[in-house]
């Protein structure tokens, strides 16, 4: 199906991928005579991959068949993107393309928060709900396609139904974000934040454990904000009293037999403890801090919660105590009225931060941001121009990082099995949006083992290893 690249990427590109069929091969149920039959079209960042998962939970859990094709489908639901203008974009398109091979189309997910502008462009769906809204989705799939029955719990799966593959899975902690940068409308499709009562969160991590996955990929639109919500209002796991917070959540997911990866970590002062549990190996040592840029004008124009000096700080402080850290952000360039000394502070700040891996994106106005009503928007030349002199110099600094692990030993996770060589990723690399680990030859392996690989080679995002045989 479709897949939209929204940004830039050094160390691999950011991906939101479109899956129409809703589930892998291996999960699909036989389209039996008479089994409504439900397509489902998934759009956006892991968060709505999650919000996917759970509403085809339920539909497999009230007896639905899930439509790997558009003709086998009595209607189609399309979870939808609409962060971004490419994003609202794509989103319009895949629903045009659900209408027009199906006719009978629901829509979903962020951009259905602006229905009027869904329905102006398409007038003729079924029904059209905004983002977590899963008893109006099924409320409007039963107005227009009957359940076969009641749930029937022993249709799904013990750890429910996954887009992911069998070996990894997002674990969505909290919704929506307290936050209020200028240049993000996430509030105001998400609401504030809403985090799940800590022993939901871990009785879901462990149902995923036991059912195979190796990898557990937690993210919230603020992960480090989890429980601020709830204060006051201890959780339960078992017997054990816990607090309900980042680091106490982090700590007790370590326990499990899974690697746990932490995605859109806020540099708040818990960090520090985070890193001492990365320390410790009882997470992945893997920081996911979406920083967006190294200007102090800049970062408080976009209302963001942090310092870039005082982040430099940090960072090195971090790597003291975790040398093995690895660290991923994103940024944005071209924000209304970003001059050419913000920008070369950007650069500056990227050359002392020495991150991992770093996405950006060319600032682009998304209706219903308050940056749009700022002064002195950059010009669409200056922005491309910047945003590939920052890749220029990321790519550089990818690079010198990679080839430092030329000789290492490493423990990676695999993904794919082909004829000719193996497919994995290491404790620094999350799926889809980081490098590869690629181990030439064939191996009698299967995806979601754990082998320990040394590395030979190293290109501009992945590296090359073989195997270590003692």
């Known amino acids: 199906m479709r897949g939209g690249r929204f940004a830039a990427q050094a160390g691999g590109l950011v991906h939101r991928r479109a899956i129409s069929t809703g589930l892998p091969m291996r999960e699909m149920m036989m389209n039996h005579d008479g089994v409504p039959q439900v397509g489902f079209v998934s759009l956006g960042c892991p968060k709505a991959t999650v919000d996917s998962e759970r509403l085809l939970t339920q539909l497999r859990a009230e007896g639905y068949g899930i439509s790997p094709t558009y003709a086998g489908a009595d209607l189609v639901i399309v979870n939808t993107c609409g962060f971004i203008d490419a994003a609202v974009e794509e989103s319009l398109e895949a629903i045009a393309e659900a209408l027009a091979e199906n006719g009978r189309v629901i829509v979903t997910g962020c951009l259905g928060a602006r229905e009027a502008l869904v329905r102006a462009a398409h007038p003729e769906l079924l029904a059209i709900t905004g983002p977590h809204a899963d008893e109006a989705v099924m409320n409007a799939v039963h107005a227009h396609l009957p359940a076969p029955h009641a749930p029937f719990l022993s249709l799904v799966p013990a750890q429910g139904v996954r887009l992911t593959p069998a070996h990894y899975a997002y674990l969505k902690i909290a919704e929506g974000c307290n936050h209020r940068c200028r ?14 009562p800590i022993g939901e969160v871990l009785d879901e991590a462990g149902r995923l454990v036991e059912a195979g996955v190796r990898e557990l990929l937690v993210i919230a639109q603020d992960t480090s904000a989890y429980g601020h919500d709830l204060r006051g209002r201890p959780g339960f796991w078992g017997t054990r009293p816990l607090a309900t917070d980042i680091v106490t959540l982090a700590r007790t997911l370590g326990e499990l037999p899974a690697w746990v990866r932490l995605h859109y970590v806020y ?19 893997y920081l996911d801090m979406p920083l967006q840029h190294g ?30 850290l690895a660290l991923r952000s994103t940024f944005i360039v071209g924000f209304p009225g970003e001059t050419e000394a913000d920008f070369e502070r950007l650069l500056a700040f990227l050359r002392d931060a020495r991150l991992d891996r770093v996405g950006a994106f060319a600032y682009s106005p998304v209706a219903g ?15 491309e121009e910047r945003l590939a002199a920052l890749m220029a110099v990321q790519a550089e600094i990818s690079r010198e990082k990679l080839a430092a692990r ?43 083992d754990f082998i320990e690989v040394e590395v030979t080679a190293a290109g501009d995002h992945d590296l ?6 003692d």
Do not use: H
């Open 183 to 196: 240049f993000c409308i996430i509030p105001s499709l998400r609401g504030d934040l809403v985090s799940r």
């Open 267 to 285: 540099p708040y002062p818990q960090v520090d403890e985070l890193i001492a549990l990365m320390a410790d190996d009882l997470i992945l040592p």
């Open 295 to 324: 200007s102090p004008a800049m970062l408080q124009a976009m209302r963001r919660p942090a310092a870039a000096e005082r982040v430099l700080e940090r960072l090195a402080r971090w790597r003291s105590r975790c040398p093995r």
């Open 369 to 383: 941001a308050a940056a749009n009503a700022l002064p002195n928007p950059v010009p669409e030349p200056v922005k």
């Open 406 to 448: 030329v000789g290492q030993r490493l423990t990676v996770l695999v993904d794919e099995v082909e004829a000719e060589r193996v497919i994995a990723r290491s404790e620094f690399d999350a799926p889809e949006i980081d490098g590869l680990v690629i181990v030439p030859g064939a191996w009698e392996l299967e995806p979601g």
């Open 464 to 469: 090359w290893a073989e195997p270590v045989v």
